[in-house]
């Protein structure tokens, strides 16, 4: 009988949606709209598409932009990409040959592994992470060699000396993610260099996943993104950024982001893309213009009821029996570890079962996510109230 292959089979399922399931099934089943589950486990705020970006796309559809266009985006957005680092990080890229918009950060993130790796070749992947990132390794029939921060002081660190041990002679490729979903971690410049150094040294490539950029909370002007690898990249780096339209401008179902890269990787994404999508869809890129253009009052709005979610979160979690927490610097999600806690996913089904609040498990983010939970805050206060005072209840049970 004819198989599914031996590398299809070996992507692991997501353990998020796993437990996303059951908590779809549990509403399925409960006709009060009250009684529905506190749903806190996926990585997107509950705020509609601002309407200025919903009319963009409406005129660009009235405009004709509803035809396939190049297969590294449409130019007008490349270029508003452009202004957009020139702007917001003084750093000047061509938009003909160094930015691609991509159909997603996901994809962005597919077609850059697919660019690098070959089959058998590793990748090392900074985890606790989105599990996207590993599962897109393995789908290039690659290794990921998953190496976890390390909680040390309240902060997460990176360790370099994992690092080094993490190295083989199939190393090509390092991926981080900063600021990092599920940690909140956010990599400082010195970090940052210290990577770059680590790629260089090894003639890896580096992939930094910025798609959180723009939810970053610890200067005292909230909007100001968070330090980007590009800006202390040369042009000529083996460095790859990953970005989205999903997150900043609440626009996770339009499926549109972007990837910069070395000039010969850029070429090779658009080149792939072809085969892959062809291109993000053309009335989706000129909404996202727009979200660049227009997009920044909203984005601090955002922000500042993300930090005050947050905020408060982090004071409820810190007051629960068994739980520490550090504070996240970025993204919209807690960490919170539970101490005594060794099966993750166990406790986040009987959370669900027995509260209706449903968290994401740690382990389902790779090395590292073992007794931790992860609480997106992205949501509304009355939501945000309920689930921690549940969650306090079960764990003082
Ligand atoms: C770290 C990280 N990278 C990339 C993405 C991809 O976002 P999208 O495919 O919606 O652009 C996500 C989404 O959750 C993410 O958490």
Known sequence: MAQVSA?????????IRELAELAIRMDESTPDPNDKVLKLYFGESNLPTPEYIKRAAQKAMQDGYTYYTSNAGLLSTRRMIQRYYEDRHQVALDPESEIVVTTSGVQALNVAIRCVLDPGDEAIVLTPAWPNQSANVSMSNALPR??????????FNIDFTALEAALS??????????????????????EQKQLL????????WLLADEVYERLYYVPAKL???APSILKLATRDDAVIA????????CMTGWRVGWLTARKDLAARAT?????????APSFSQRAGESALEWGENTLRQMLAEFKINRDFCLAA?????????????????LFPRIQGMTDSFGFCKQLLLDTKVGLAPGVAFGAGGEGYVRICYASERSILEKAMQRLSDFLAG
Not at 7 to 15: E, Q
Not at 169 to 190: D, F, H, K, M, Q
Not at 242 to 249: D, L
Request: one cysteine or more.
């Open 223 to 225: 909007g100001t993104p």
């Open 242 to 249: 990953v970005q989205s339209f999903s997150k900043s401008y």
């Open 317 to 333: 979690l810190r007051k629960m029996k068994r739980v520490t927490v550090p504070e996240p610097e970025g993204a919209f999600y």
């Open 146 to 155: 998953e190496v976890p921060h390390v909680l040390c002081g309240g902060r």
């Open 197 to 204: 150094d680590f790629a260089r040294r090894h003639d890896l």
């Open 169 to 190: 002679s199939r190393t090509r490729l390092l991926i981080y993610t900063s600021p990092s979903n599920p940690l909140g971690w956010t990599a400082t410049v010195e």
């Open 7 to 15: 590398s299809a089979l070996a992507v692991p399922h997501s353990r």
């Open 271 to 279: 080149m792939l893309n072809e085969f892959i999508i062809s291109h």
